[in-house]
């Protein structure tokens, strides 16, 4: 039974063209057989086999991808030859006067573009270059020591790609990424000021890119964790205040499906238990990154979750919860007052930004 049609067309379809370009085109000789054979035993196996899997592997285990492309390359300079064996030389001028056409058919395509001159700029000087008079081997070896084809990657848009890193990284409130992403672009900047056209070498700035992104990782996961942490001390004084509130055994933090005495029983254990589970945690969070509970409030870090309403405590609940910290001990309760308070400001809806 043979292989699905959808799937050998699918495999095939490029090779079987490439194939009938050739017989077109009427070629002959060793790598054309090389070409047909490898064409035939490949749609010999598209026949005898039904598993895609198996197929597939027929054909990279026999090298059959392989010999018919390096045949077809082989075939198409074999073809090259013949036509301009007439006059006993390759006519490259040929070639380098369709390249310099397709440059300068690019031109009108930047036209509308903000950085028109600077993208039109490289593109107007290999054209310049193509037109001196040069033999198109000269003219691929210039392009090169001249750095013009890298002026033509597109970098100057890659430093658009980097402003706007940084631009994202502002707008989502992540000042460790806004940092990161400046020194990348500092780098790309330094290394353009000696790079042809002012263009950095992609491979070199890749290098330079994965060396700062990997320096700067440490820090970036040292936010991260700040954040995290920081965060959970501070549900840890909501829920341990709010577990003394009228509406605490109808809140879903506490309320169990089991039935009201779970429910109690939650409350309970959020009352007697967080307090310890707190400070606890508040002493790794001074260890680990040496600082106490008020350099919370004073750490980029909790402005930049706020602005971006991860953290979505509101001014007052915020100063609340600093009203709150002091009482937040093992074996200790808060006050009536607190208590009234912290029933207030879930009455008002005053604990999140709407």
């Known amino acids: 039974m043979p292989i699905d049609k959808t799937y050998s067309d699918a495999m095939l379809g490029t090779f079987r063209n490439m194939m009938q370009e050739c017989r077109d085109k009427k070629m002959s000789g060793k790598a054309f057989d090389t070409m047909s054979d490898a064409m035939d035993r490949m749609e010999a196996f598209a026949l005898e086999m039904d598993d895609v899997s198996a197929f597939t592997a027929k ?3 026999e090298g059959l991808f392989t010999d018919f492309s390096t045949a077809y390359g082989e075939a198409l300079a074999a073809e090259g030859q013949k036509k301009y064996a007439a006059s006993g030389t390759y006519d490259d001028n040929a070639l380098l006067q369709q390249t310099l ?3 300068e058919n690019s031109l009108p395509s930047y036209n509308d573009h903000p950085d028109k001159d600077k993208l039109q700029a490289p593109i107007r000087e290999v054209i310049a270059l193509g037109r001196s008079g040069i033999n198109y081997p000269s003219f691929l070896r210039l392009l090169i020591e001249k750095g013009l084809d890298k002026a033509m990657e597109g970098s100057i848009l890659s ?3 980097l ?4 631009q994202w990284a502002a707008e989502m409130y ?7 992403n400046r020194a990348l672009l500092a780098k790309f900047d330094e290394m353009a000021t000696t790079a042809a056209f002012g263009v950095p070498d992609s491979i070199v700035f890749s290098m330079e890119r994965f060396s700062i992104e990997s320096a700067w990782q440490p820090e970036i996961n040292r936010y991260d964790a700040i954040v995290w942490r920081w965060g959970r001390l501070l549900e840890l004084v909501h829920d341990w205040i709010d577990a003394y509130t009228s509406f605490a055994p109808f809140d879903e933090r506490y309320v169990s499906t089991r039935g009201m005495e779970e429910t109690k029983r939650n409350i309970r254990y959020t009352k007697e238990c967080y307090p310890g589970f707190f400070r606890v945690r508040e002493d790794i969070f001074n260890r680990y990154f040496g600082m106490q ?3 919370i409030f ?3 870090s909790l402005a930049a979750e706020r602005n971006s309403k991860r953290n979505r405590y509101t001014d007052a ?4 919860i600093q009203e709150v910290y002091p009482h937040c001990i093992p074996l200790e309760n808060p006050s009536p007052e607190l208590v009234a308070r912290a029933e207030e400001l879930h009455k008002s809806k005053q604990v999140y930004i709407a």
């Open 174 to 180: 992540q000042p460790v990424y806004v940092r990161r």
């Open 101 to 103: 056409e397709a440059y």
């Open 298 to 300: 004073t750490h980029e």
């Open 159 to 161: 430093r658009e790609a």
């Open 293 to 295: 509970w008020n350099d």
């Open 163 to 166: 402003e706007k890193d940084i």
């Open 59 to 61: 054909l990279t285990t």
């Open 317 to 320: 609940y915020i100063a609340f």
